[in-house]
């Protein structure tokens, strides 16, 4: 009977090469040929799904149809989550008195502000780190010199990232106790501001950052506040400044509310909408490689002012 032979060593090689290099060009390929492509169609870049949370996605927590656990109602949609929860301003405080209360009764260190998921860590920062080069080595990148972290918590980000890719950091935070602990943790001369900040109040000053990151904190605002942080960063931007948005996104399936603090993973058609309404333009989204299976995908995406098309356009 035939015998399979088996390979030299050399082809060998050669393929297991050709295997590591082939994955940087396909994201390559994503990034230039089709920077508009669907999650689903990143390929090598596709990273198994599925369940909730903020830094970084779930505590095993199974990823319901449209959010809401035995003691909420199952709302049909999105807007009729936000009617029924933020319609009025006690109910608007509320609703973010419970992600305050959440994050004040959490460690401030790695476990703490990973949601027991220390192990995802690593793999975060790597792909955020390369989706930043991406960034750099893309047609008309933003500059590389001021950087602010928004929900900064303890500067994970901050110490693992950005300070390896810009010049000066600054960090807003809205949980005290967390704020203290990356003043005191990071001892860069690079960091400028620590601001104690809800991103619902906070107003970025005007022209001072080539790109704001905002990562797993967006899924606690309204879509309303939502819209309006995005817009007050809009000015907060140097030319040809970018967001950078990293957040739990619901690829197959309705939005998840987790209501132990009140976060919300949205669909990435309903990220997308905001951004729109917001007025910004994504140029760029990756998903979240090498992520556990029990855990929602996380993806990321960057984005400019629509209005500035046309100021590009005319150099």
């Not at 169609?41 to 927590?61: I, N």
């Not at 975060?124 to 989706?131: P, V």
């Amino acid at each position: 009977r035939p015998v399979l032979r088996r390979p030299a060593a050399a082809p060998l090689l050669l393929l297991i090469a050709l295997a590591l290099v082939g994955e940087d060009l396909l994201v390559w390929n994503v990034f230039l040929k089709n920077p508009e492509a669907s999650p689903k169609g990143t390929g090598g870049l596709s990273a198994p799904p599925q369940k909730v949370r903020r830094r970084p996605a779930a505590r095993g927590r199974p990823a319901m149809s449209s959010g809401g656990d035995e003691a909420e109602p199952d709302f049909a949609s999105i807007e009729d989550l936000w009617k029924s929860k933020v319609s009025d301003d006690t109910g608007r405080q509320d609703w973010y008195a419970k992600a305050e209360n959440h994050w004040d009764n959490q460690e401030p260190n790695i476990n703490g502000v990973l949601g027991g998921y220390p192990e995802t860590n690593a793999p975060d920062l790597r792909e955020s780190r390369r989706f930043l080069e991406l960034i750099r080595k893309s047609p008309s990148p933003p500059g590389f010199g001021s950087v602010l972290d928004c929900g900064a918590g303890i500067g994970r980000v901050t110490e693992g990232l950005l300070l390896h890719v810009f010049e000066q950091v600054d960090l807003v935070e809205p949980c005290e106790r967390l704020l203290k602990t990356a003043r005191r943790e990071i001892k860069d001369a690079r960091v400028g501001q620590f601001t104690q900040s809800t991103l619902q109040d906070f107003k970025p000053d005007a022209g001072r950052y080539d790109v704001i990151w905002a990562q797993w904190v967006l899924l606690y605002l309204p879509d309303d506040d939502l819209v309006k942080f995005l817009q007050r960063c809009k000015k907060g931007l140097r030319r040809n400044g970018m967001i950078c948005v990293k957040e739990n996104v619901v690829l197959d399936g309705k939005f998840v509310v987790d209501w132990e603090d009140n976060s919300i993973a949205r669909t990435h058609s309903q990220y997308k909408a905001i951004f729109e309404l917001a007025g910004f333009t994504v140029v760029h989204e990756m998903k979240q490689a090498c992520w556990p299976q029990d855990l929602i995908p996380v993806m990321m995406y960057a984005m400019r002012p629509t209005s500035w098309k046309s100021l590009s356009a005319k150099g």
